[in-house]
């Protein structure tokens, strides 16, 4: 340790010491490396988008030389260091090594068009970034060799807003890479690592950015760079935005470019892992690799399908991305064809039978190993894709099914994770030594006094979201800590249903406004710019909520992003989830709730399908489904307030002489015991590990492309 004094740390030193803690995403899960960029000053946290690094830039030396004679702040520090070792190290996790005859060690490249790491890095839109994100996080807990590949977008998603007349308004704030925790490569000679693609005959580079997710790295390419045309540079511009051009653009850079992007960096993965059909342009560039070691385009594409995994999230055809043929050829035709291949011959890999380029068809064909995201998920898209599958002649991956897990770390709170730890719960384990099962022993007043706090923490965070409404005022916020909450936050698509509560507004009034037995209820969401019935539906829910009938008990909560969400789902007494089924293909949200002991109310759709018993909470209705909507609709909305009325309420105004809920307690802790390990990220990344990992692994050692570039430091 650097000091002026046995007692003071210099503020260079602390600046420095600090910067390496900014350097890492860790600080997302470890609470202990949050919390000397609190102790500095919490609101200038707050301010800084809880980015340390965006905090760090715009903190004086006095405020640093106040801080490093803080004995209190020493031991914050120290605490906060060895959780950064800890994270970061080499050496532990769950991972060993297949002793291969030939040496290669397995790398798995995971490629996503978006990551939802941390707040400070904000280049997701929802629960796939935020899927793809724990993915990282649980790499890097089991010691996985695993490098994530994405794009820097300067814009990332949109911020939201809600106007006078209950719409939705968005805005794109600029992401300064200065203020987020990224490190831009360089190449041998110490200038930034640029490479290079074709788009529509047009070359245009981009920068390659390093994100460190504890042990795993995270590539990011950016091509706002200087000597690329206008349009070159907005490629990066933002996530989900703009026309088809804009989105072929994205998707190739983010495949042919993150495959060169790797190769620069001299990394030679041996599987290939596409998050969505997004990044299947990867498989042009392996082709034109394979192509130039003079084997034939029939062995190139069985070598790509050896090594590729390609999981999909979409359960409807509609949502799958589809290009036309010509756009395709316009980009990408001279490319193919210099590389030694009619574009014909990879065209037939992308068609569909709704007419156009499919990027799932062609991820399908090309990969040798492919799931869905829950088991009814699986079901659903081998039905879907059926026809791909049978068609190919056995040249189509078969679906199966990894249930979606989430990184229990970041999502539970700091209170019930310190009380979970004292019975002996180990978060962050391997999944057979997590102890989940050890919560029934914690106290039951214990639990409950952990429950009202972050109630009450999710309430003062959701006043200040409330407030920022034109016209709201804090005499019309009724939230009390004491009252039956519930929770629905999600992207709002028009599937998810967000209106089936307010079917029945005067039942709905009659439930919220009950003298003995009150409900409140939160929801927060963004609709896509493009998607009016989503837009609409917000409208309609902001509008209820202004309305007398809500009785100051219905709010909804602008701007939903991770902060809000863990504020949520640590908070609420109740997950409520009413997707059309079987049109949610996972709903990863509802897990993070269970494992803070939140009760999920839903429809019998992606993970609740799996997860639902009647002591870990409760199902809307049955698994039937009619073929007409409207028909559908209004039996799961009598299915709604009929589980609410009849048993959801009861059991949580059912007290005992201590005023405690006995049994709704008792299935707080059955759904964190039960939930706890079987929707964990980590048991997630383990079984793609076992099932499809290490078999496309043994599958690419036949002779696998090396790498020529620069050897990152």
Request: aromatic share 8%; no cysteine; glycine share 10%.
């Amino acid at each position: 340790m650097s000091t002026t004094d046995a007692h003071t740390i210099d503020p260079d030193d602390l600046r420095r010491r600090l910067g390496a803690l900014a350097g890492n995403l860790a600080y997302g899960w470890r609470h202990e490396m949050r919390t000397p960029f609190v102790l500095l000053d919490e609101p200038a946290f707050d301010r800084a988008g809880h980015s340390p690094r965006a905090m760090l830039a715009k903190i004086g030396d006095e405020t640093l030389r106040k801080a490093g004679s803080s004995p209190q702040f020493q031991e914050a520090l120290e605490r906060a260091e060895r959780a950064l070792r800890a994270e970061s190290g080499s050496g532990g996790g769950w991972w060993k090594a297949p002793e291969e005859e030939d040496g290669t060690d397995m790398l798995v490249a995971y490629f996503s068009t978006e990551f939802g790491v941390d707040e400070s890095l904000p280049i997701y839109s929802g629960g796939l970034g935020v899927l793809a994100g724990d993915h990282l996080k649980a790499s890097s807990e089991l010691g996985l060799p695993l490098v994530g590949v994405g794009l820097l977008y300067k814009h990332g998603y949109f911020r939201q807003a809600i106007d006078d007349f209950g719409a939705q308004q968005e805005r794109y704030p600029i992401n300064n890479p200065a203020d987020m925790p990224l490190s831009l490569m360089t190449d041998a000679s110490g200038l930034p690592l640029l490479i290079e693609v074709e788009l529509a005959g047009e070359p245009v580079r981009a920068r390659v950015w390093r994100a460190r997710v504890g042990r795993v790295r995270l590539y990011l390419l950016d091509s706002d760079v200087e000597g690329n045309s206008a349009w070159g540079r907005r490629v990066t511009d933002s996530l989900y935005g703009g026309d088809r051009e804009q989105r072929i653009r994205q998707e190739i850079l983010l495949g042919i470019g993150g495959v060169r992007a790797l190769r620069a960096l001299g990394l030679n993965p041996t599987v290939w892992h596409m998050n969505e059909g997004h990044a299947a342009f990867m498989q042009f560039e392996r082709v034109r690799e394979l192509r130039s070691t003079g084997i034939s385009f029939d062995d190139a594409i069985a070598r790509l399908r050896s090594s590729t995994v390609f999981t999909t999230h979409t359960p409807v055809p509609a949502g799958n991305e589809v290009f036309d043929p010509e756009l395709v050829r316009r980009y990408l035709g001279g490319f193919v064809e210099r590389a030694g291949v009619q574009f014909e011959q990879l065209e037939q890999y992308g068609h569909s039978e709704s007419w156009g380029f499919g990027m799932t068809p062609f991820a399908l064909r090309t990969a040798g190993f492919a799931n869905g995201v829950s088991k009814l998920h699986g079901e659903v898209s081998r039905e879907m894709w059926g026809q791909v599958i049978d068609s190919s002649d056995g040249q189509a991956a078969s679906i199966g099914h990894v249930t979606n897990g989430v990184h229990a770390r970041t999502f539970i709170s700091q209170e019930l994770s310190e009380l979970l730890g004292r019975a002996g719960v180990k978060a962050g384990a391997h999944p057979d030594e997590q102890g989940w099962e050890k919560v029934r022993e914690v106290d039951d007043a214990e639990l409950w006094a952990v429950r009202r706090s972050r109630k009450e923490r999710l309430l003062e965070t959701g006043v200040r979201r409330y407030l920022r409404q034109p016209g709201a005022r804090a005499d019309n916020w009724k939230f009390d800590p004491d009252v039956l909450t519930i929770g629905f936050a999600r992207r709002f698509a028009t599937y998810k249903r967000a209106g089936l509560l307010f079917s029945d507004p005067e039942r709905l009034a009659r439930i919220i406004g009950d003298a003995d037995r009150p409900v409140q209820i939160l929801l927060a969401g963004k609709a896509h710019p493009a998607d009016t019935g989503g837009k609409d539906l917000i409208q309609q829910v902001v509008h209820y909520s202004r309305d007398p009938r809500s009785q100051g008990r219905i709010a909804f909560l602008e701007d939903y992003e991770i902060v809000l969400a863990r504020r949520l789902v640590q908070g609420v007494d109740v997950w409520l989830n009413t997707p059309r089924r079987p049109m949610e293909a996972s709903g990863t949200s509802g897990m993070k709730a269970s494992q803070n002991g939140g009760l999920n109310v839903s429809i019998l759709d992606g993970w609740w399908a799996e997860g639902y018993t009647p002591d870990t909470g409760f199902k809307i209705g049955g698994d039937w489904v009619d073929s007409n909507d409207a028909v559908q609709d209004q039996a799961d909305a009598e299915a709604l307030f009929r589980v609410l009325e009849d048993e959801v309420i009861p059991t949580y105004y059912d007290r005992d002489a201590d005023g405690l809920p006995r049994r709704w307690i008792a299935m707080m802790k059955e759904t964190i015991a039960t939930h706890g390990r079987q929707f964990d990220a980590s048991r997630m990344v383990e079984e793609y590990t076992r099932n499809y990992y290490l078999p496309a692994h043994r599958g690419s050692l036949a002779k696998p492309i090396v790498a020529s570039g620069v050897t990152e430091a």
